[in-house]
């Protein structure tokens, strides 16, 4: 579905981004597993780069499904070493990103399954309520959580964001949890 998917363009400046029909982003914390989840979801591994180190990802990351068809991979937050935090927190380049994207139609926010709901996730999704952009929690890394704690877990999260714990896609990029729907929700939205 996603397989033929191919590197594309790296830029950090959001204005240099060529148009597209259609594309989807991730958004999270650094360290939660953006660059996993887009090799995983890919069925490759190493097109988008992983790190141990948090703040791996610096520039903006343009995967090609299909021409015009894109997945993007942001830089995390949370993570400052480098960059000043913008007025929303998220820093200035993914803000910018998310605002002047004509095509784009589908935002995931991704959270770690152990960390939980960080600040900065809460003001990133209420950012994105606040802008009428269409989003998608995803908890990743369920791995880390024992089966016998998961249900607990995942209700916990839930009631912190608010949502109900079918809302929300649980899965693991590394375990290749749940990663079908995901896949098939993305090619729906790209028109692949
Ligand atoms: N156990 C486990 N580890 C994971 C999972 N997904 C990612 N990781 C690990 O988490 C670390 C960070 O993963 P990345 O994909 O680089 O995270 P990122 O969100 O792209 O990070 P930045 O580029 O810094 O924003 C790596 O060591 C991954 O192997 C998962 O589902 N389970
Ligand atoms: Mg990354």
Known sequence: MLRETKHLMTETDTRKLTESDAE????????????????????????????????????????????YRWIVDLPGYGYAVGSKLGKAEFGPMIEEYLTTRNNLCMVFVILDAVAGPT???????????????????????IDKVGPSKLDVRKKEIADELMVDTADIFWISSKKKIQIEPLQKLIATLLGV
């Not at 069925?43 to 610096?58: D, F, H, I, L, Y």
């Not at 600040?119 to 890394?141: A, E, Q, T, Y």
Request: with cysteine.
């Open 119 to 141: 600040n900065l996730d809460i003001s990133m999704i209420s950012w994105l309520v606040h802008n009428s952009s269409p989003f998608k929690i995803i908890v990743n890394k």
């Open 24 to 67: 989807v982003t991730f958004v999270g914390r650094s360290n939660s597993g953006k660059s996993t989840l887009i090799n995983a979801l890919c069925q490759k591994k190493n097109m988008a780069r992983v790190s141990q180190v948090p703040g791996k990802t610096r520039t903006i990351n343009v995967y090609e499904v299909k021409p």
